[in-house]
């Protein structure tokens, strides 16, 4: 018995000790789904450091305080025009008739625990979440970084700006303070301008008559549910492909199109990006909590028959703003019709002009026939015409902010109204142009600087004395990875339709199409677009001597 029970003892002993109970879950949760095939593969994917980087972090994390104070906002605001008269505690308004959807933006503001300050992070955090799109597409547009494989991905971020910019005009409409609907009022008359269908449209989205009993109702689920749903997905498609795809990363030694130099994904980027998360958040906080924005308590209930002085739209609304208020106000009768070429030409010009960015990296891939996989990205220097094209975009943006608020940049500055919407009509013209060409040739300054520097070497700021009494500032060499990284990008020979006539002496035909692409080709990459950068033999010829 005692033999039994020793070999019992022993096989209990080699028996290995069942799995704990997580670890049982992890198992069957991976039989089923892959987490950990997928995990081991992407967790410690490298990503690139780079502080524009966070450009884009910082747009995903006031999505995500929106997305929170939004849902807190929803449990106490009441989408309905039904008239009330105010009785609550801010006492100014007293005995004022309101629709109910002023007096709980009101009772928000005052009433609710924390409301005043949710209210202003949520509206803070989407000026910084429309800024953040702004900036972070300009980098990606200034660095190349929408090129292949990444059109699509730049699609949904262009989408994103225009679905941003069209929440928060309705967002900003919700409170039916005299503010958000004057700008309601613009809205409807820009709609009314469209020819044959205006007014059929603007029945159809007011409900009757401007202002209409259910406009506010038909905003907020378009406000809370459709368009943030719609972010929603094209956010997590947005990351998806990122993630999918190798990360773009600056010139530099080690980098190429086929390696990434940084840190993995778990654990120091994933401890960085939720860090970066909670100061973006605090940030967006503590500008809730000392910058009133909005307060529409001082701005009243709306009433067709009064505006707010110096009434201007969050500043992502006053390009467009902008474009019909320095529109000479031309109007048209035909056959007992009106047209309003005046409201309609600048309300069509608005999303033309954002849809120029959207179309951009189509047209350079076309233009520069490149199929290739690009993940270095180009130095602005090195695109001048690229880089032109987008600060004189930006230079029109801003001109057209000033369009927007001539009024108020006139009582602030103490000018005249008329000489500043004349100056906004000709800077439209005239500074997008200057601003093109004055980056243009600082983009080649710049090139030249860097073709100097790398066959002659940093400026050290040392005089020495030669021999023979001649004096000369002594330059240090560059090192192999700053040579390389101001000499990686390539510069080749823009496209061209060749000779009109073939070997056998046949005219050939060109179309049209191809003709347009080679004189493109030749503006935005011919020869006065960059300065050639130095050949190897140059390098050697100059270095090679007791001179250098």
């Known amino acids: 018995m005692d033999g039994a029970r020793s070999g019992n003892e022993g096989a ?242 080690g980098r190429d199109q086929k390696s990434v130099v940084g840190m993995p994904f778990l654990p120091v980027y994933m401890a960085k990006a939720g860090g970066f998360f909670f100061l973006v958040f605090g940030v967006l906080a503590f500008m809730g909590g000392v910058a009133s924005i909005n307060p529409v308590w001082a701005f009243g209930p709306y009433r067709p028959d009064m505006v707010t002085t110096g009434a201007q739209p969050d500043w992502y609304l006053g390009f467009s703003e902008g474009l019909i208020r320095v529109m000479p106000g031309w109007e048209i009768n035909l056959w007992g019709h009106t047209l309003e070429p005046g409201v309609f030409i600048p309300f069509s010009l608005f999303p033309l002009i954002l849809l120029a960015l959207g179309v951009y990296p189509f047209i350079e891939a076309w233009v520069t026939g490149d199929k290739r996989e690009h993940h270095i990205l180009d130095r602005p220097r090195n695109m001048p015409v690229r880089t032109g094209l987008g600060a004189a975009w930006l230079s029109l943006y801003a001109v057209l902010l000033i369009g927007g608020g001539n009024d108020v940049v006139a009582t602030h500055l103490h000018l005249s109204i008329n000489v500043i919407t004349w100056f906004v009509r000709v800077a439209v013209f005239v500074a997008p142009v200057i601003t093109f060409t004055v980056t243009k040739r600082i983009c080649l300054g710049l090139q030249r600087r860097d073709r100097a520097k790398v066959l002659h070497g940093r400026e050290t700021g040392t005089i020495k004395r030669l021999p023979q009494g001649e004096y000369i500032e002594v330059h240090e060499p560059l090192t192999q990875g700053q040579l390389f990284t101001l000499t990686q990008h390539e510069q080749p020979p823009p496209y061209e339709v060749g000779p009109p006539v073939d070997a056998n002496g046949v005219r050939r035909r060109v179309a049209a199409s191809a003709r347009v692409r080679a004189r493109l080709a030749k503006a935005m990459f011919g020869p006065r677009t960059r300065i050639t950068k130095p050949t190897v033999e140059e390098y050697r010829e100059v270095t090679s001597g007791d001179h250098h």
């Open 12 to 253: 209990a002993a080699r028996r290995p000790a069942p799995p704990p109970k997580g670890e049982k879950i992890a198992d069957w949760a991976d039989g089923r789904l892959g987490i950990y095939a997928l995990a081991k593969a992407n967790m410690r994917k490298v990503f690139p450091d780079h502080w524009s980087f966070m450009l884009g972090e910082v747009c995903l994390y006031s999505f995500l305080v929106l997305i929170l104070t939004g849902v807190y906002l929803t449990l106490f605001f009441e989408p309905s025009t039904n008239e009330v008269v105010y009785n609550g505690t801010y006492e100014p308004l007293n005995g004022v008739l309101m629709t109910r959807a002023y007096e709980s933006t009101l009772d928000i503001s005052f009433d609710v625990r924390g409301g005043l300050l949710i209210r202003q992070i949520h509206h803070w955090a989407a000026l910084v979440f429309v800024t953040g799109m702004l900036v972070h597409m300009m980098r990606v547009f200034f660095t190349g970084a929408f090129r292949k494989p990444r059109e699509l991905n730049w699609v949904f971020g262009w989408t994103l700006l225009m679905l941003g910019i069209i929440t928060g005009l309705t967002g900003y409409s919700l409170p039916d303070d005299l503010l958000s609907g004057t700008g309601l009022r613009f809205a409807h008359g820009a709609i009314l301008s469209i020819p044959i269908v205006g007014t059929y449209v603007a029945f159809f989205l007011f409900g009757g008559e401007f202002p209409g009993e259910d406009f506010i109702a038909r905003l907020y689920p378009i406000h809370i549910l459709l368009l943030p749903g719609i972010m929603l997905g094209l956010v997590v498609a947005h990351l998806i492909l990122v993630f999918y795809h190798k990360h773009t990363q600056y010139p530099g030694p």
